[in-house]
């Protein structure tokens, strides 16, 4: 009955994969009624605490985009990487990490995409070394960003376990950012230069169009501005709150001193952002809901209601199982936990939804709550089937033809550099943990 079960949950898996968007999400819940009406398990609760956070930061965010404080961010890369043209394999990755790292998704790369290919070609540097390792820095951010669904996912189940938000950004920030400045030095010389790619060449003896800017009008206004100070300011509090729990409101409750928690004052405190955005940096809230920021984060939701909800109540209902067969061997090597992070990330697509669905597990067989803030990166996996949205764009606007899929799928353009991210942030962070 096990591997049936088993069986269930993989599929559902892999076919929500393969619809893609709230598909993950719905038949995560069609996995869930066949274990509860199929099998006789019992549901476990639904992760509503993680969902909710995420719908408070996705509405800041979107309420950020909508009141023009996400074309103000593109100015600024923009100028950025036009005055360091020569680096701009060095400088793409770090301009969409501290993007993401502030909005707390990856999404905003779609807007940078355009501008580091641009740059690049017209710097004659190949774009598929900036572009691909610019992708992977907009993913691997997501662990290293306050706001982030899968960085909330990720401190509201290790609370319990004194665990603050500044240990965990302590560990994924600086693992993650030398992860990927090693793999942009690691590609910095990765194929032909640019003026040799026959590629390149053959399109432009077809009549390549020139570049141009092929922008939209991006307008950046006095609110528009203030609207990024609003939102900065509130995911410097968050952090605040999270590092220094005696900083949040407290009660006493039957003789016991009870803590405003982390999900809630997150919640709290988004809200308010997005209705202080709203109201005094005039957010249209229809172009709030209709943002592709609102729209991919309330995707998020959907697809951590199913499948976390579905793997939850799978491990749970078989933990029995399931604990003595692995908790000796990922105790004594906590990295083949990892790997399996790793692995269920390329099924889900989704970072927040990989936390959700092994990260308990991992609690469940007596993972020290340190090693997995150290394994966090290790949801990053969803570059290995270039099937993510940042990598088709990517491919899509790099015009020369040099970033793309392989004859064999697997060998893209994105694999080294996120092998290489990876496997190194990892690393790092069992040296972080360990050490300091």
């Not at 004659?124 to 960003?145: H, L, N």
């Not at 809200?271 to 609102?294: H, N, R």
């Not at 020369?400 to 392989?406: E, H, L, P, S, V």
Request: glycine share 8%.
């Amino acid at each position: 009955m096990f591997w049936l079960q088993f069986a269930v949950v993989i599929i559902a898996i892999f076919i929500g994969a393969r619809i893609g968007g709230i598909g993950l999400g719905v038949m995560g819940g069609v996995g869930l009624a066949l274990l509860t009406f199929g099998f006789g398990l019992q549901p476990t609760a639904p992760p509503i605490d993680v969902m909710l956070m995420i719908v408070a930061v996705v509405t800041a965010a979107g309420a950020l985009q909508a009141a023009g404080g996400m074309n103000y961010l593109v100015t600024i890369a923009e100028k950025v990487l036009r005055k360091n043209p020569e680096r701009i394999t060095f400088m793409a990755p770090i301009v969409t990490y501290f993007f993401t790292f502030f909005a707390g998704t990856g999404h905003v790369a779609y807007t940078l995409l355009p501008v580091i290919s641009e740059v690049a070609q017209e710097s004659k540097v190949r774009p598929e070394r900036p572009m691909s390792i610019a992708v992977i820095a907009s993913q691997q951010a997501i662990t290293a960003s306050p706001i982030s669904a899968a960085t909330v996912a990720l401190l509201a189940l290790l609370a319990p376990y004194d665990v603050t938000l500044l240990q965990i950004l302590g560990v994924t920030l600086p693992a993650t950012f030398i992860g990927i400045m090693l793999a942009a030095f690691t590609i910095r010389k990765k194929g032909a230069e640019l003026e040799d790619d026959p590629v390149y060449n053959e399109r432009l003896e077809k009549g390549m169009e020139p570049i141009g800017e092929g922008k939209e009008n991006m307008v950046v206004t006095g609110l528009s501005k203030f609207s990024v100070g609003l939102f900065l300011f509130a995911a410097v509090l968050i952090v605040l709150l999270g590092s220094f729990p005696e900083l949040r409101p407290s009660w006493n409750e039957a003789g016991e001193i009870v803590e405003l928690s982390m999900p809630n004052a997150i919640q709290i405190i988004m809200l308010t952002t997005a209705a202080l955005i709203i109201l005094v940096c005039k957010a249209d809230v229809q172009k709030i809901a209709a943002g592709s920021v609102f729209r991919a984060g309330i995707v998020a939701v959907v697809a951590i209601f199913g499948i976390a909800w579905m793997g939850d109540t799978f491990f749970q209902a078989n933990m029995d199982t399931i604990e003595p067969a692995v908790q000796g061997m990922v105790t004594t090597a906590p990295w083949i936990f990892a790997l399996a992070l790793f692995i269920m990330s390329i099924l889900l697509n989704s970072q927040a939804a990989t936390v959700s669905a092994l990260m308990p597990l991992g609690l469940s067989l007596g993972v020290n709550p340190l090693f997995l803030i150290a394994m966090f990166p290790a949801v990053n996996g969803y570059f290995f089937i270039p099937n993510y949205g940042p990598i088709i764009a990517a491919i899509s606007f790099d015009r020369t033809g040099t970033t793309k899929i392989g004859k064999y799928v697997l060998n893209h353009s994105f694999m080294l550099p996120g092998l290489v991210t990876s496997i190194i942030a990892v690393a790092l962070g069992f040296l972080f943990v360990m050490f300091l």
